[in-house]
């Protein structure tokens, strides 16, 4: 593994961190490194729950390292299986991802921690999607995810004038799921991973695979989509055993021990 990411391998929950001082820019190794970990994240089968966080006090990512552009790095270089920053098109990675925005996340950055599936925030935290101040855009999810996570004229203003979103407002508008003291930050996301952990794994794959397939579906429509067969996933939960275990633990008044196996 490059030393641009590290990666605290727990028994269900990895903690990736971006350690790239000063800013954990990412140029094109960056991404393959950061796309080798959410790579390997997915292939193991005990990994249940990723914490992605940044190096430092300051910065999550401060996003496409224009360093390496001016060099002429170009943005649609190798970036690897995730694509840029290694997450923000990784489809087949089917487990939750939490990032741990603990400074700025600008530009790519954001992008990165709008790829994950929830995200805590330090109080300090901002974000931002500059890239129309700069003559480009932001095109690896900026301009499709964030149009799902704030209101439309929200994510108008940011996109078109690159204004910065500090934690308590991307609260506000449920942006994120916590925004907590710099010091806790960790400690709050790995008190979600373990949340998360306590649900069955299938199931929360099914989840995921649900939620993307049927995003922008009517109600009607996405009911009809998922009961034709045409999410696997979500299909997968129902021969379980976990499916069978879960309500009998609950009848038994204990934890549920999950297989992740099918019947």
């Known amino acids: 593994m490059s ?27 960056t991404s393959r490194a950061l796309s080798s970990a959410f790579v390997a994240f997915r292939d193991d089968p005990g990994a249940r729950v990723a914490i992605l966080t940044g190096g430092g006090e ?26 840029f920053a290694g997450l923000t ?23 990165l921690a709008l790829a994950a599936d929830m995200i805590v925030a ?9 890239e129309a101040t700069l003559g480009i855009i932001a ?17 108008n ?10 934690a308590a407002e991307a609260g506000h508008w449920g ?7 710099a010091g806790e930050l960790m400690d709050a996301a790995r008190e979600l991973a373990a949340a998360v952990c306590r649900c069955a794994p299938l199931a929360l794959r099914g989840v995921k695979a649900a939620m993307a397939a049927t995003q922008a579906m009517a109600a009607q429509e996405a009911y009809a ?5 045409a999410v696997p996933a979500y299909d997968a939960i129902w021969t379980s055993e976990d499916a069978k275990e879960g309500p009998l633990a609950f009848s038994e008044g204990r934890p549920p021990k999950w297989s992740g196996r099918f019947s």
């Open 225 to 229: 989509h998922i009961r034709s067969g």
């Open 175 to 181: 942006l994120v799921n916590r925004v907590v003291p």
């Open 122 to 130: 330090a109080d300090h935290a901002q974000f931002m999607l500059p």
């Open 157 to 166: 203003e940011m996109l078109m004038t690159g204004r910065r979103m500090p």
């Open 89 to 111: 098109e990784l489809w087949s990675l089917d487990k939750p991802v939490i990032a741990a925005v603990n400074g700025y996340a600008a530009g790519g950055g954001f992008e």
């Open 58 to 83: 300051k910065f999550f990512s401060a996003g496409w390292d224009l360093k390496a552009a001016a060099a002429g790095e170009e943005l649609e270089v190798d970036h690897g299986e995730g694509g």
């Open 139 to 155: 095109d690896a999810g900026g301009f499709i995810r964030l149009p799902h996570r704030v209101p439309r004229a929200i994510a």
């Open 3 to 29: 030393d641009l990411v590290r990666i605290d391998q727990g028994e269900e929950v990895w903690e990736i961190t971006l350690d790239r001082p000063k800013a954990n820019a990412i140029n094109a190794e």
